[in-house]
Protein backbone atom coordinates (compact mmCIF):
# COMPACT_ATOMS: atom_id res chain seq x y z
CA UNK A 1 0.00 0.00 0.00
CA UNK A 2 2.51 2.34 0.96
CA UNK A 3 4.62 1.21 -2.89
CA UNK A 4 1.27 2.51 -4.20
CA UNK A 5 1.00 5.68 -2.69
CA UNK A 6 4.65 6.52 -3.36
CA UNK A 7 4.45 5.78 -6.50
CA UNK A 8 1.49 7.72 -7.42
CA UNK A 9 2.84 10.83 -5.55
CA UNK A 10 5.91 10.34 -7.94
CA UNK A 11 4.23 10.71 -10.99
CA UNK A 12 1.69 13.92 -9.73
CA UNK A 13 5.23 15.28 -9.17
CA UNK A 14 6.33 14.75 -12.28
CA UNK A 15 3.30 16.01 -14.05
CA UNK A 16 3.48 19.22 -11.65
CA UNK A 17 7.09 19.67 -12.59
CA UNK A 18 6.59 19.26 -16.92
CA UNK A 19 3.42 21.60 -16.42
CA UNK A 20 5.54 24.50 -14.55
CA UNK A 21 8.83 24.30 -16.69
CA UNK A 22 7.64 25.08 -19.86
CA UNK A 23 6.20 28.59 -18.72
CA UNK A 24 9.96 30.21 -18.01
CA UNK A 25 10.51 29.28 -21.60
CA UNK A 26 7.13 31.05 -22.60
CA UNK A 27 7.76 34.40 -20.83
CA UNK A 28 10.94 35.18 -22.71
CA UNK A 29 8.80 35.64 -26.12
CA UNK A 30 5.08 36.52 -24.38
CA UNK A 31 4.20 39.85 -25.69
CA UNK A 32 2.34 41.23 -22.94
CA UNK A 33 5.58 40.37 -20.73
CA UNK A 34 8.04 42.78 -22.94
CA UNK A 35 8.96 45.72 -21.44
CA UNK A 36 8.51 47.48 -25.35
CA UNK A 37 4.84 46.65 -26.13
CA UNK A 38 5.64 48.47 -29.35
CA UNK A 39 6.14 46.15 -31.69
CA UNK A 40 3.75 43.04 -32.90
CA UNK A 41 4.25 39.45 -34.78
CA UNK A 42 3.75 40.34 -38.69
CA UNK A 43 4.68 44.61 -38.16
CA UNK A 44 6.49 45.94 -40.69
CA UNK A 45 9.35 47.81 -39.15
CA UNK A 46 12.78 49.06 -40.65
CA UNK A 47 16.29 47.53 -39.11
CA UNK A 48 19.01 49.32 -39.16
CA UNK A 49 22.13 47.44 -39.61
CA UNK A 50 25.68 48.02 -39.21
CA UNK A 51 28.32 45.87 -40.52
CA UNK A 52 30.56 46.73 -37.81
CA UNK A 53 29.82 48.23 -34.36
CA UNK A 54 32.11 50.80 -35.22
CA UNK A 55 31.12 51.60 -38.53
CA UNK A 56 29.24 54.65 -39.45
CA UNK A 57 27.22 53.62 -42.23
CA UNK A 58 23.99 52.64 -41.12
CA UNK A 59 21.73 50.77 -43.50
CA UNK A 60 18.00 50.71 -43.33
CA UNK A 61 16.61 47.15 -44.36
CA UNK A 62 13.03 46.72 -44.64
CA UNK A 63 11.86 43.30 -41.85
CA UNK A 64 9.06 41.84 -40.42
CA UNK A 65 8.91 40.94 -36.59
CA UNK A 66 8.67 37.17 -36.50
CA UNK A 67 9.23 36.71 -32.25
CA UNK A 68 9.26 38.74 -29.41
CA UNK A 69 11.93 38.49 -26.75
CA UNK A 70 12.84 40.21 -23.26
CA UNK A 71 15.65 42.08 -25.08
CA UNK A 72 15.17 41.25 -28.94
CA UNK A 73 12.96 41.08 -31.57
CA UNK A 74 13.45 38.52 -33.87
CA UNK A 75 12.97 39.58 -37.39
CA UNK A 76 12.87 38.08 -41.06
CA UNK A 77 14.62 39.98 -43.15
CA UNK A 78 14.87 38.95 -47.49
CA UNK A 79 18.40 38.40 -48.81
CA UNK A 80 19.48 39.17 -52.25
CA UNK A 81 18.33 35.77 -53.93
CA UNK A 82 14.79 36.78 -52.62
CA UNK A 83 15.19 33.73 -49.79
CA UNK A 84 14.24 35.21 -46.25
CA UNK A 85 16.89 34.89 -43.30
CA UNK A 86 15.66 34.93 -39.64
CA UNK A 87 18.24 37.39 -37.32
CA UNK A 88 17.49 38.65 -33.91
CA UNK A 89 17.66 42.57 -33.41
CA UNK A 90 18.31 44.67 -30.64
CA UNK A 91 14.80 47.22 -30.32
CA UNK A 92 16.37 49.88 -30.31
CA UNK A 93 18.11 49.09 -33.78
CA UNK A 94 14.20 49.01 -34.65
CA UNK A 95 12.07 51.54 -36.52
CA UNK A 96 8.31 51.30 -37.35
CA UNK A 97 7.69 51.53 -41.14
Known sequence: MAMKLFQIAL???MLLINLVSPLSTWADEAPHLSKHPDYFVGQKVVWLYKARADSDNVQRIPAE???LG????QVRVRKHNNEFVNRWVNRDRLENH
Not at 70 to 73: A, G, H, L, N, P
Open 65 to 67: VVK
Open 70 to 73: SKQV
Open 11 to 13: VVL
